[in-house]
């Protein structure tokens, strides 16, 4: 065999080979062997897990805490529930009721373990919650050492009303199965199934079975790669997926769905296979949604690093189920579009990118999102808002004429726009609050998604984007494929500035305090002589000295104020004419500070922020002033005509009908 | 269809000879909608002036600006927006935000709710003052005052018929229907569902309306007969030509529409201070809204000669005139 032959063969080899087993993923810590058996009619999964778990703390671990998140869908009773009041993000929860339940729980010497199990609730005492069990194990488990522990369980879906359930024929199965919590050195941290939070587990790798009715073949979607089809008993097929390096799983399945495929490919990046599990109403936004997620790995990637796994699945929720989409799972998201969606409106865009993104906040950053959930959500907003201003420039408002959809002609710009919701509720809570003890499901999201992407992009605009980009991808490389903290964030731009920037985290993430800079006051006069007595030849004289007598330019005064409860840095510029300008940074202590230009040129206007750095500033219509006789009447001259018009077309409209 | 086009165009005609009419129209709209003029004008020149916002303000408006503006100024519009953008949504108009309107948002409902009571005098007028071969603007003074009592009787119970309607047949039906749409295999079928619940009640408010409108035509055309009479007349009417008063209208609706959608093509606000300065573009608002009214008129007289194109027998305020049967518009040749 010639050293070519040898070669291709090699090659050829090498690509035979999964690619999974070359990815330098974690040791794993929670890995899980499940197999599954869906009954569409019953909405029900009969399954047996085999949980593969390692003491990774120092301590040993006498008991095992497993979140059975169905349980949150019991009934009324159940923390989810009594805290989401009945209410989801698409209106009322339906009374359709999920559940899980363990059957068979056995150790590693084939102790029956069930006996030993019962229900906790660590966050609100809930005796009626059943979202955690604790099991106490027959001997703790060393520092180190793995145990392994197999269950069946059986578990009953919802209508889908938050994230997970059935509608019709259409499957979203996730947070489905027994998941061992993270057990830290502090202990467990494994949280009940709260109204407005997400989900914290740890590293492993996943090898599930999906046993599915033969009308669902080749509709089958799921976290990681698809490596065995085959059928099975009569009527039936079976799926097999493996990933590695990842802590969660989530599948899908409806007859309904169009698969397409894709391929992103850049240099540096590296491949992923893209599969798009997508409704048939909306086949004219395939384009759409992979150009989407295309734009979110080469984004992300290019300032975080790249995107690690061969696939990543995307799946279009039907109508009806729309409560399923806008999630992420490890290498799997679902988005969400409406049938009429004009191109200017970002629909399918929007949240398929900020899905596509959470794969780095979230599925290789895996902070605590019941505890951080700004760490996965708010940064990744923040993200989002790059990427799709860089992609998409801006979005459109959106006007809903009876379900259709139309652009209208204002724009929504990213950042700023796109995160307004946040001034809204801007002192209801500090930022740094765990998701749970929010004061709503309004203030979550404010703060959460929108304070923080802000924040992010306020601090992006202080330190520069290349200095911003050094400290996002120190922290993403220290901490790939781990748990980081809001302070493991802050130690990285630290390092990656060389300066302390703990007070703006202080007065940002730990604060509930407004920022609002306006300009109060801004005047302009001639400069006239001085008036008074004057020293001359030793004598006081009533006339100014000839060098003072002749007044020149004008003078100036120009009065920046803070109005919030926060300082930051600020730059306030005043322009005079002939182009003078005059710059000048205010660090924001003390609530005013008075700028003076004596016989200086005319102020056309002083502004504060003039460079909109300061994105938290809760009120930007009063950052800049003119002088009284330079007032412009123009726009608000229209905008009244524009009224009158419209109030006069509103009593014609009123009056047609009767 | 040809009826009603002959109708409606017929009907334009008249309204284009008494143009008089549109202007009066024109001038109790302009003045309605002059009592917010002061309020907004104020506000916007307040926040707008000497702001370097206003220079992004003048051609487009400015998102950020609008949002800050709503939430730092509650009292100016309240949830108005939400109230109206409720008119165009799925679920339809939420009634329960009125109690949220503020400012110059609820002063806008109010003056809109003074100018259905209005209508009635107006309407009187016009359809008096098409009906008289010498009119002026005094004769649509008059005849408003003179039907103005009857029609608010008429307009009252039209309105209420048409929120009931709207209410019973598009919101309650959404209501009920609401957990079925969902369950719905697409949303094209959903929005079907939608367009057939907004058809329903455009066809019923549709027949409050031309019910409404062919009882004050008769009674106008008809004061000879008493007013039981006139009122069973005018139902009378209009079940016997409903297809062609059911044209009018929607040659009517398209006509407007198409006037709208010039106006949207067109924008003459658009580009700042490109294509209209403030001066022109104030004049273009005011002649789009001239010849609304003019359509709108037409519309009037062109029902009234679907139902009645005699004159009426009686001119009891013109001096000399005595009850003709004769079309008025025949010369007299000395």
Known sequence: MSAAKVRVLVLALGALVPRLSAQPFPPPIASYQITCRLDPEKKTLDANEVLTWKNNTS???????????????????????????????????????????????????????????????????????????????????????????????????????????????????????????????????????????????????????????????????????????????????????????????????????????????????????????????????????????????????????????????????????????????????????????????????????????????????????????????????????????????????????????????????????????????????????????????????????????????????????????????????????????????????????????????????????????????????PAKPPRGLFERDGKLVPDPPAALAKARGWDSTVLVVNRGDVALPVDVVLRFENGHVYRSRWDGAGRWKRFRVSAGPKLLEALVDPDEKILLDADRTNNGLRPEEDADLRAATRWTARAVFWVQNMIDFMTVAW | MPRALACFLRGLGKSLSKPYLAVALWLMQLLIAAVLILPIGNALHALLDRSPSGEKMVAVPDYGWWETVRRTHPDVLGNFPEFATGLLSPEGIKWSEIPGMRGVGATAFGLALLAIVLHAFALGGTLGTLREPSASLVTFGREGMRYMPAFLLFTFPAWGLAFAAYQWIYVGSGEALRLRVRELHTEQAALAVTALRLAATLVALAAIKLLADAVRTVWVARPDLPPVSRFLFGIGGAFARPLRLLGILGLYAVTTAGLYAIWLVADPSAGGEARFALVPLILTQQLFVFARLLIKIGYYAGVSEALTRAPSPEYSYVAGAAPAAEAPEAPTVP
């Open chain 1, 59 to 525: 301590r040993p671990a006498p008991t095992l805490r497993l979140h059975l998140y169905l349980n949150a869908f019991r009934n009324t009773l159940s923390t989810f529930w009594r805290e989401s009041g009945g209410e989801a993000r698409d209106g009322k929860l339906p009374d359709s009721w999920g559940s899980i339940e363990i059957t068979r729980m056995t150790g590693p010497d084939g102790a029956d373990l069930l006996p030993a199990m019962r229900f906790i609730s660590p966050d609100d005492g809930n005796p009626d919650d059943r979202t955690v069990a604790e099991v106490i194990l027959p001997r703790p488990v060393a520092p180190g050492e793995t145990i392994s522990v197999a269950l069946d369980f059986a578990a009953r879906l919802p209508r889908v009303s938050v994230r997970t359930g059935y509608k019709d024929d259409f499957f979203m199965v996730v947070q489905w199965f027994p998941k061992v919590g993270v057990l830290q050195e502090s202990g467990w941290n494994c949280h009940q199934f709260h109204a407005w939070s997400e989900f914290f587990s740890d590293f492993g790798n996943y090898d599930v079975s999906i046993d599915v009715p033969a009308r669902y073949k080749g509709k089958v979607g799921a976290t990681g790669q698809r490596v065995e089809e085959r059928e099975t008993s009569a009527g039936r097929v079976l799926y097999r997926f493996r990933q590695d390096g990842v802590h969660d799983f989530a599948w899908t399945a409806d007859p309904s769905y169009v698969v397409l495929e894709d391929t992103f490919r850049e240099a540096g990046l590296g491949d992923v296979r893209l599969f798009l599990y997508l409704q048939p109403e909306h086949g004219a936004q395939a384009a759409r949604y992979f150009g989407a997620v295309k734009a979110a790995l080469s984004g992300y990637g290019r300032v975080l690093g790249a995107y690690p796994y061969p696939t990543l699945s995307i799946v279009d929720p039907p109508w009806g189920a729309r409560a399923a989409g806008g999630m992420e799972y490890p290498t799997l998201i679902t988005g969400g579009t409406p049938w009429s969606a004009p191109k200017s409106i970002l629909r399918p865009e929007a949240v398929t990118v900020h899905e596509a993104g959470h794969q780095f906040f979230y599925g290789l950053l895996a902070s605590n999102e019941f505890e951080e959930a700004w760490l996965d959500e708010g940064f990744n907003t923040y993200m989002t808002d790059r990427v799709l201003r860089a992609t998409y420039g801006s979005n459109r408002v959106d006007l809903d004429v009876f379900g259709l959809h139309f652009p209208l002609g204002i724009e929504i710009h990213y950042p700023l726009d796109a995160n307004r919701r946040y001034f809204e509720v801007a002192t209801w809570d500090v930022l740094a609050t765990p998701s749970w003890k929010f004061r709503s499901r309004v203030s979550y999201g404010a703060n959460v998604y929108s304070k923080t992407a802000l924040t992010l992009a306020t601090l992006e605009r202080l330190l520069g984007t290349p200095t911003m980009d050094r400290a996002l991808r120190l922290y993403a490389d220290r901490w790939r494929f781990q748990h980081p903290t809001t302070r493991d964030f802050m130690a990285a731009v630290n390092d990656a500035t060389g300066a302390d920037w703990t007070w703006f985290f202080d007065r940002t993430f730990f604060s509930s305090g407004v920022v609002d800079y306006a300009v109060a006051e801004a005047k302009t006069t």
